[in-house]
């Protein structure tokens, strides 16, 4: 065979597997939606998520989770404040009387999910954002789930870096751990990244691998039959800080650079792909969502 005829024959092998990917994400498009949800709501000085903005009055603020209904799967993107600070405040020790979580039984991320008829056990991935206390916190009410995890979020989940300790709650990550003894260290299937994964292989929802808030912070691309919507975590606070730039105070931004890039990536997406984000804490943002049980798709 000619080099020529070889090449011709690798050249239809790759249209022939960029056709069958846009047909499978085509196919995953036709029923995959976001649901939007909050775990109640922190109080806290602006100045800490927006660089320069005053400390008081503080502000309160949502804190968002997002279930994606996929053909395949349901994925929930974070786990919001972790359930036992309603019933038991001292989980959170002396930070729960200054960021005031809400904690009314409604607020329960089952009771939440039963609203549009998912259980825990219908759930397939958990991805976090990061292990903060207001994102990783329910990770335990899934344990017949796979969680997806950055392996550098794992770690400062367990030893987080100094200076960056306080919003780790240890309780949240030592519930990972399998039972004493166990040769296997983790209780739920667990993987590890140290990048992107494409969770369904039809390039539908891909986790990105996004140092910046935390060490290993992630987002994901869902790719939704009207654009991609970005879910930052906390690599984003304000919509505003994307359009302008502004990161936050230095206490939550463990890679100021990598916050800075993900804005720009964002602003990249939006210009040439109509992509939109959602974060979880932007008030004004949250306000104007779709709440579940209504849905984007
Ligand atoms: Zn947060």
């Known amino acids: 065979m000619s080099t020529l005829m070889i090449w011709k024959r690798v050249g239809l092998a790759i249209v022939a597997a960029a056709l069958s990917m846009s047909a499978l994400l085509a196919q995953a498009q036709s029923g995959i939606k976001i649901y939007v949800f909050s775990s109640g709501a922190l109080t806290i000085g602006k100045g800490v998520l927006y660089n320069f903005a005053p400390m008081e009055p503080p502000v309160q603020i949502p804190v968002g989770f997002f279930l994606i209904k996929h053909p395949k799967g349901n994925v929930l993107f974070d786990t919001g404040n972790n359930d ?8 959170w020790g002396p930070m729960f009387d200054g960021l005031k979580p809400g904690h009314t039984p409604d607020l329960a991320i089952d009771a939440q999910l039963r609203t549009i008829g998912v259980s825990p056990d219908d759930v ?3 991805v976090v954002s ?9 990770i335990a009410k ?6 997806i995890i950055q392996k ?6 367990f030893f987080p870096p100094t200076g960056y300790a ?12 399998g039972k004493t003894g166990d040769g296997n260290p983790s209780r739920m299937k667990i993987i590890q990244l140290d990048g992107d994964m494409d969770v ?10 996004w140092r910046g808030h935390t060490p290993g912070s992630q987002m994901a691309v869902v790719k939704l039959k009207k654009g991609p919507i970005i879910l930052t975590g906390d690599n984003v606070y304000y919509r505003e800080q994307v359009e302008k730039n502004v990161p936050p105070n230095v206490v939550l931004a463990y890679d100021p650079e990598g916050i800075l890039k993900a804005y720009e990536w964002i602003r990249f997406m939006m210009s040439t792909q109509g ?14 969502m779709k709440k579940a049980p209504d849905y984007y798709e």
Do not use: C
């Open 152 to 157: 550098d979020e794992l770690a400062a989940a």
């Open 142 to 147: 899934f344990p017949n789930a796979t969680l």
């Open 200 to 209: 369904f292989n039809d390039g539908s929802v891909v986790v990105k691998r």
């Open 84 to 91: 036992k600070i309603l019933t038991d405040p001292s989980y």
């Open 275 to 288: 992509a939109d984000f959602f974060s979880a804490h932007d008030p004004d943002a949250f306000k104007a």
């Open 130 to 138: 990061h292990m903060h206390l207001d994102h990783g916190g329910n």
């Open 124 to 126: 397939k991935y958990v």
């Open 166 to 177: 306080g919003p780790y709650i240890p309780g949240d990550a030592f519930v990972l751990r």
